[in-house]
């Protein structure tokens, strides 16, 4: 429908087309409002599931120190990341990375 066609209608013409679009509006808003209703729970559905649920890191093994201060025994270093100041402190005195490795100590089960 162009402008010129709606001037030439009638009042009560233009009143009932009035009407019938209002109608078709609010149904059509309605069936989206519905739709979008929908839509948001299944997202908090969704978001209730993945709190729920673990999206974590895969565990890792603990790591033991491989490294002990020979002056502070209380200061280890896995050999993981950046080296700690004392680990460097001790490389630039001249000591070797090995003077201060932890050693495993052998478990050796009883003779029966």
Do not use: C
């Amino acid at each position: 429908m162009d402008e010129r066609s709606l001037m030439e209608m009638a009042v009560d013409e233009l009143w009932d087309l009035h009407q019938s679009i209002v109608a078709i509006l609010a149904s059509k808003l309605e069936s989206q409002r519905t739709e979008l209703d929908r839509r948001l729970a299944q997202l908090q559905a969704n978001a209730v599931r993945v709190q729920g649920s673990e999206y974590s890191r895969r565990p890792y093994p603990a790591v033991t120190p491989k490294f002990r201060n020979p002056a502070r025994p209380d200061q280890t270093w896995s050999g993981r990341g950046k080296r700690p100041r004392w680990v460097t402190e001790l490389l630039d005195a001249g000591m070797s990375i090995r003077d201060f490795q932890i050693r495993e100590v052998e478990v050796t089960a009883p003779h029966v």
